[in-house]
T-cell receptor, first 119, second 112 residues
Framework: AQKVTQAQTEISVVEKEDVTLDCVYE???????LFWYKQPPSGELVFLIR??????QNEISGRYSWNFQKSTSSFNFTITASQVVDSAVYFC????????????????FGTGTRLTIIP | DSGVTQTPKHLITATGQRVTLRCSPR?????VYWYQQSLDQGLQFLIQ???????AKGNILERFSAQQFPDLHSELNLSSLELGDSALYFC???????????FGEGSRLTVL
């Protein structure tokens, strides 16, 4: 069975600080996808990134960066120079890749980390 | 605005009743996914349809059913409602080429 653990329930940081959200996953699949989604106060889920298990390269997108460590089954998310607009609940998710083009089927979500950026 | 439309946004009903939630995917998207977000269970995948056919099934109760119509909109039917069915129900559609999932704003169901 697949499992995603986001041990940090809530994090608060002062604006402009860097913050890292942790994600640890469990799966028996040899190929899988990992995701991060953002849920702002308005409620909708916003896709941030998808990573295939074959691709362990870290990724940077503006102030966002992701660190994928297969050896420790972790897929951590760092926001640099945080802003108030980053305040949201962030979800890490996992899905199997076999038989799937993009891994959108049967996403297993973590419980989320509520991030509050203090002005 | 993701382009995925869900109605109604809010729904209050009583135990034992039946409700239908509606989802219109983004123009051109063939896949529709339903997710449930509750305080107890978190975010859970319910079911996926692709061009009218069921493609994948998750933790969907037998009291729940869904379908996707020829115009690609989808409906999630919840029957014999229980207090524990109170949740935010999300619909999502996926972009054909990139697979990016776009979520609607959700339908918040309250069962009293």
């Amino acid at each position: 069975a697949q499992k995603v653990t986001q041990a940090q329930t809530e994090i608060s940081v002062v604006e402009k600080e860097d913050v890292t959200l942790d994600c640890v996953y469990e799966t028996r699949d040899t190929t899988y996808y990992l995701f991060w989604y953002k849920q702002p106060p308005s409620g909708e889920l916003v896709f941030l990134i998808r990573r295939n298990s074959f691709d362990e390269q870290n990724e940077i997108s503006g102030r966002y960066s992701w660190n994928f460590q297969k050896s420790t089954s972790s897929f951590n998310f760092t926001i640099t120079a945080s802003q108030v607009v980053d305040s949201a609940v962030y979800f890490c998710a996992l899905s199997e890749a076999v038989g799937s083009n993009f891994g959108n089927e049967k996403l297993t979500f973590g419980t989320g980390t509520r991030l509050t950026i203090i002005p | 605005d993701s382009g995925v439309t869900q109605t109604p946004k809010h729904l209050i009903t009583a135990t034992g009743q039946r409700v239908t939630l509606r989802c219109s995917p983004r123009s051109g998207d063939l896949s529709v996914y339903w997710y449930q977000q509750s305080l107890d269970q978190g975010l859970q995948f319910l079911i996926q349809y692709y061009n009218g056919e069921e493609r994948a099934k998750g933790n969907i109760l037998e009291r729940f059913s869904a379908q996707q119509f020829p115009d690609l909109h989808s409906e999630l039917n919840l029957s014999s409602l229980e207090l524990g069915d109170s949740a935010l129900y999300f619909c999502a559609s996926s972009e054909l080429n990139t697979g990016e999932l776009f979520f609607g704003e959700g339908s918040r169901l309250t069962v009293l």
